[in-house]
């Protein structure tokens, strides 16, 4: 008889690097329309530039992750104020096509500067701190990715519902040019989408880069199992992405002791997001028809 | 006016721009590795050793190296390359330079082979030398041998060690079965094979089932696509099919480092023994690894490690660090590096009406007891439909962040069946 605690317990630090990675993609898109598929790679490039701070030129690690995450978010707030702003007007997939050209020219630049033939750890002083739960060991960082989704979804879901600024995203999401005429400072809003969109990708990157691998195409491509659970959670709800991204992450770790089944468990979010996306078209039947 | 806004929006939208490409610069020159100081003051002793560059009609020699995401094995040719650039300025081989052709494929075959033709039929290469291909092996050996072409060069799938042309310097996948022997010296009683889900890779699992059946020992192979998903429900799963007396043996290739970040975190160092094959080998694989895995780690290497003190292994860093400081010292650049050299003293032998693709891969073929301190045994290109001639190994382990040799004594990888060794070693 398999024991299937340690894997239930792993599951939930699984489920939060899932979370993590579909909270930011949901945020983002409720914020400005827009699908991010760079989320991975911006994230990427803050651990990057983190590691070569901290473990190349040895500066303070504290500083180095804040420098990281300005990176990534400049890099974001970049994209956002210039094509971002280009491509506002287009329709959802051309502006989700978009950042597949940052995603695209990111990855170039860190295979180049980062050759994915040498081995890269950036150990975080979170990781120090751990506990045993049953046979399993659940360390600081793998604590601080279950937390920081839900931390993130509780501030967005208030700040999207009570504050001003909040109010405007969202109405910006439904309809830029009406919010415009009504005086909604649009290229304001947006850039502060964006920005928090970085700040946001800039921590994930560096907490995901200890908990998955340090390399340019592991973190990038990251960002197709968390669009899976945002596509559960029909890109509106954070806290169904949420709670699909701990699903998600304790049903996968449960499959790893059966052979015959494990060697396919990476594609549990898809699997999940197809009978999701489909048990919701079966419930609301009528959305979409003429 | 409009024409200043212009030129001011230009400048304006060039600023990220530059900054991004200082940023690249910056960052690229901090993450390159400084050449060995030491390896400058050997005295180099290519080919002839004439110190005279060579300057009479090429030799055209030529190779492909896979360069894809994750998948880069350019330092073979690279390393090669560097040779043949010190071959040429020592007289060539008897004063022909040598004309090194690389061209870099991915993990297509067609590519791949549209490459393999250019080489043979538009460059007129007479031999192919210091490859590490994934495809090459597995796409290209017919054509090559319809040609004539008979190769030495690095293996990377196993496909390569079956190819009646193709003699591969390194051990590669191979090295489960003596990373397996370590861990029986040391008592296991079951075995787990964990490996990279690549097309074919059951085979790894028959090969280290009938070693087990050989040795009285349960054998079980874990199959898991790389890059992990999940390292630490890996790393606890291993633990338990391996159970209190079982042992692991890695063969993830590019996996390893997450898989081994994975166990320490688990606290699951000391629950199991571990073993590795020589794909491990990267020293920045050993300095990602902390103190708990000091003398914990059982690896079967097919070379002596690059710092060990040795002449030929001195010579190999010193032409490195002279004509190509950039490319990292592993078993891939030794394995270019070695095909290059062996190479060169059979050509050397070679008379100028010779130098034909006949005459270069009769030379190729005939290579037999080459000598080198990065190997156990001397090498034979050897013949029949499968070859490895690089079939003894050492027992390398991790201390303080660097590989290091346990005893520099060597061992024979244990003959099984599917491996071929019997018949191999009767080849040679």
């Known amino acids: 008889m398999v024991n299937l605690t340690p894997y239930l317990v792993l599951g939930l630090a699984l489920g939060g690097v899932f979370a993590l990675s579909s909270v930011g993609i949901v945020v983002l898109f409720r914020a400005t329309g827009v ?10 490039l803050s651990a990057f530039v983190a590691w070569t701070l901290t473990q190349q030129w040895h500066w303070n690690q504290w500083v180095s992750y804040l420098i990281g995450i300005l990176v990534a978010t400049a890099v974001s707030v970049a994209y956002g104020i210039t094509a971002g702003r280009a491509l506002a007007q287009r329709p959802p997939i051309v502006k989700a096509v978009g950042t597949l050209a940052v995603l695209l020219l990111l990855v170039g630049f860190m295979t180049v500067v980062w050759p994915e033939n040498v081995t890269r750890s950036m150990p975080l002083p979170t990781s120090a701190f751990s506990v045993s739960i049953g046979q399993a060991v659940i360390n600081g960082t793998q604590m601080l990715s279950m937390a920081i989704p839900i931390v993130v979804t509780v501030g967005t879901a ?19 040019e009406i919010s415009a005429m009504l005086g909604v400072p649009v290229r304001k809003v947006e850039a502060i989408a964006w920005i928090g969109a970085g700040v946001l990708a800039g921590v994930s990157g560096i907490l995901l880069s200890n908990l998955v691998n340090l390399a340019a195409s592991d973190l990038t491509f990251l960002v197709i199992p968390a669009l899976a659970v945002a596509l559960a959670a029909r890109l509106e709800s954070l806290w169904i992405s949420l709670g699909v991204g701990f699903a998600i992450g304790v049903l996968q770790a449960a499959l790893t002791p059966f052979s015959g089944i494990s060697e396919f468990r990476s594609a549990t979010p898809f699997v999940v997001a197809t009978i999701a996306v489909l048990w919701l078209a079966w419930r609301r039947p009528t959305l979409g028809r003429v | 006016m409009k024409t200043q806004n212009s030129a001011h929006r230009a400048t304006i939208r060039s600023i990220p721009i530059a900054a991004a490409a200082v940023l690249a610069i910056a960052l690229s020159g901090c993450t390159t590795s400084s050449s060995d100081s030491s390896a400058s003051s050997v005295a180099l002793d290519c080919g002839s050793a004439t110190g005279t560059p060579a300057t009479g009609s090429p030799i055209k020699l030529g190779a492909l190296s896979v ?17 043949f650039d010190c071959v040429n300025d020592n007289g060539g081989i008897n004063g ?4 090194y052709t690389v061209y870099h494929d991915a993990l297509d075959p067609a590519p791949s082979t549209a490459l393999a033709t250019q080489l043979v039929e538009q460059d007129g290469v007479l031999g192919i030398v210091g490859g590490a291909s994934v495809m090459d092996c597995l796409a290209n050996q017919q054509y090559y041998a319809s040609k004539g072409f008979y190769l030495v060069g690095m293996a990377l799938p196993d496909g390569c060690f079956a190819q009646t042309n193709y003699s591969p310097v390194n051990a590669a996948g191979q ?21 990279n889900a690549a097309p074919g890779i059951e085979v790894s699992g028959q090969m280290m089932a009938q070693f087990g059946q050989s040795v009285g020992v349960e054998t079980e192979q874990i199959v898991e696509n790389v890059p992990l998903s999940d390292a630490n429900g890996l790393a606890v799963r291993l633990v338990q099919e391996a159970g209190p007396d079982g042992g692991v043996v890695l063969n993830l290739g590019t996996g390893d480092p997450q898989l081994l970040a994975a166990i320490e975190a688990q606290g699951l160092i000391d629950q199991v023994k571990w073993g590795s094959d020589s794909s491990i ?29 040795a002449p030929d292994i001195d010579q190999f860093k010193a032409v490195l660090a002279k004509y190509s400081p950039n490319t990292s010292k592993d078993a891939t650049s030794i394995s270019g590096y070695l095909a290059a050299q062996m190479t060169t003293e059979a050509l050397l032998a070679l008379p100028d009406d010779q130098l034909t693709v006949t005459g270069v891969n009769d030379a190729i073929t005939g290579i037999k007891g080459f000598t080198s301190d990065f190997l156990c045994q001397p090498f034979s290109y050897g013949s029949g439909d499968h070859h490895m001639s690089n079939n003894s190994v050492r027992e390398v382990t991790v201390r303080d962040g660097a590989w290091v040799e346990t005893s520099g004594d060597c061992f024979d990888i244990t003959a099984v069946p599917l491996n071929y060794l019997e018949q191999i070693r009767a080849s040679l």
């Open chain 1, 35 to 44: 699908l991010n598929f760079a989320g991975g790679a911006i994230g990427a």
């Open chain 1, 158 to 176: 208030i700040f999207l519902k009570k504050t001003k600024l909040g109010m405007a995203m969202r109405a910006l999401a439904d309809d830029r």
């Open chain 2, 67 to 83: 360069d894809a995401p994750g998948i880069v094995y350019t330092a073979s040719t690279d390393a090669a390359s560097a040779y």
């Open chain 2, 96 to 99: 022909h330079p040598i004309d």
């Open chain 2, 175 to 195: 090295t489960i079965i003596p990373a397996a022997q370590l861990l029986v010296k040391q008592g296991v009683k079951k075995i787990v094979l964990v490996s």
């Open chain 2, 281 to 309: 080998l990267l020293d920045s694989t050993a300095a990602g690894l902390s103190s708990a895995w000091n003398d914990k780690l059982s690896v079967a290497s097919d070379f002596a490690l690059s710092s060990t003190d």
